[in-house]
């Protein structure tokens, strides 16, 4: 078994909207904002060979938007999702199975790509995974949410056939070496795999702690559908990360890539932080 970092570029998102309630004056400290208030924020997925499967954790926000979308996340940074696979010794028909924690664009963009005026998978010989009730949420969207939400990057993985759903209960085996947690705050039945990986437990953190900066619990996404959900999912992890010392590997962390929790007098907080490739 092995693991690699998938880093797919780096775009920017509002700072405010990053961090909620809690103040500028303490979150700019964690990710100082430009003069627009944007931070940058990472795309960084992972690829696992596991046995004959090689799996693709999200992959992106793609590149088939047009030049108006993409102006307002200003993406920036030398990284591609196909340079990092080749990096790594693969390219995407390479990839056996893309598991999509959730359908937010910036998780699952790159996904689908344009052949001509046609949108097809761009993993042509892969299984798309997600699950059947966060799959109704996101192609029903509430108007809050369906701005994230984009059709072009949904609707043509279930057109492919290529489309698999995972059962919906935590701890549901994935592969030999993963399994899948679910998370309801940031949006409905989000996905988290956890990878037994060298004698380590390593969770995927998607939206729910997208960077070392949200570990205290009141840094809570303007984004997350249900705050209190979220706040109470992560009471519940960062308890369990902590006491089993857990490895995160964080998605959108500009910086850390990997850290490990301990207990201080103000909460967990991140020990210490590294790359995967530490492991």
Not at 26 to 47: F, G
Not at 72 to 92: C, I, P, V
Not at 238 to 245: G, I, K, P, S, Y
Not at 260 to 275: A, C, H, N, W
Request: a negative charge; proline letters at 5%.
């Amino acid at each position: 078994m092995k693991l690699h970092t998938i880093n797919t570029g780096l775009f920017k998102l509002d700072g405010g909207a990053m961090f909620g309630v809690v103040p500028k004056t303490l979150w700019q400290k964690l990710n100082p904002p430009d003069e627009n208030n944007m931070c940058t924020w990472a795309m960084r997925c992972l690829l696992v060979e596991d046995g004959n499967r090689l799996v693709l954790i999200d992959n992106g926000i793609g590149n088939k938007q047009d030049d108006k979308f993409f102006s307002h996340y200003y993406l920036h940074g030398d990284d591609t999702l196909d340079k990092s696979l080749a990096a790594a010794g693969y390219h995407r028909n390479d990839i056996t199975d893309v598991f999509l924690t959730h359908l937010h664009f910036d998780h699952c963009g790159g996904s689908i790509e344009r052949e001509g005026d046609h949108l097809v998978p761009a993993f042509k010989n892969a299984h798309y995974w997600s699950n059947a009730a966060h799959w109704k949420w996101a192609v029903n969207p509430n108007d809050r949410e369906k701005a994230s939400f984009l059709k072009e990057n949904i609707l043509p993985i279930e057109k492919s056939g290529q489309l698999q759903f995972i059962e919906q209960h935590d701890g549901v085996s994935f592969t030999d070496h993963i399994r899948v947690r679910f998370a309801y705050g940031h949006t409905d039945a989000m996905m988290l795999p956890e990878i037994r990986y060298n004698g380590h437990t390593i969770i995927y953190m998607a939206d729910l702690l997208p960077s070392a900066a949200h570990i205290p619990l009141p840094y809570v996404m303007a984004y997350d559908m249900f705050p209190l959900t979220t706040l109470e999912e992560k009471k519940r992890f960062l308890t369990e990360a902590n006491e089993r010392q857990y490895v995160l590997y964080f998605e959108h962390d500009p910086a850390n890539e990997c850290g490990i929790l301990q207990s201080t007098e103000k909460g967990i907080r991140l020990k210490e932080s590294f790359p995967l490739s530490a492991l």
